[in-house]
């Protein structure tokens, strides 16, 4: 690593309704009201210099000032861990399955590039749960 360029992570969360798993729910729980609850739990659990925000139906966490690539792996770990719990909602608490796609850049990273690779990597994460990194570091 270059002198001066600070390794952070992009990681793009999909968060769904368990339908299984979310007796205690008094009816359905939209997708906006799921995702927003999720990320204020997610705010909660993370460093204050981390940035929590909503995506479409997505969330998106940029985590800075990391060391290495377990680094941003420790910060997904800890996203997907704040949905081991029920999630509460005003319709009651929701189970919630949750993936996520994480990208390891800096600054010789092409910006553009980040967002979509992190949403890929999510949609791959699909298939074996859990999460999926990348490594975008030149």
């Known amino acids: 690593m270059r002198r001066g360029e600070s390794v952070f992570a992009l990681v793009h969360c999909v968060a769904t309704a368990d339908p299984d798993g979310s007796p205690g729910t ?3 729980t939209d997708d906006e009201t799921l995702v927003m609850a999720c990320v204020e739990r997610i705010r909660q659990r993370l460093r204050p210099s981390d940035t929590v925000a909503r995506s479409d139906d997505s969330i998106v966490v940029v985590a800075e000032d990391l060391g290495d690539e377990q680094d941003a792996a420790g910060v997904t770990y800890r996203v997907l861990s704040t949905v081991v719990e029920p999630v509460p909602t005003e319709g009651g608490p929701v189970t919630v399955q949750m993936h996520a796609g994480t990208v ?3 600054g010789s990273t092409p910006v553009h590039q980040l967002a979509p690779a992190a949403a890929e990597a999510a949609r791959d994460a699909t ?3 859990g999460f999926r ?3 975008m570091r030149r």
Do not use: I
């Open 127 to 129: 298939e074996g749960g």
């Open 133 to 135: 990194l990348v490594d």
């Open 26 to 28: 008094d009816g359905p």
């Open 104 to 106: 390891v850049a800096d």
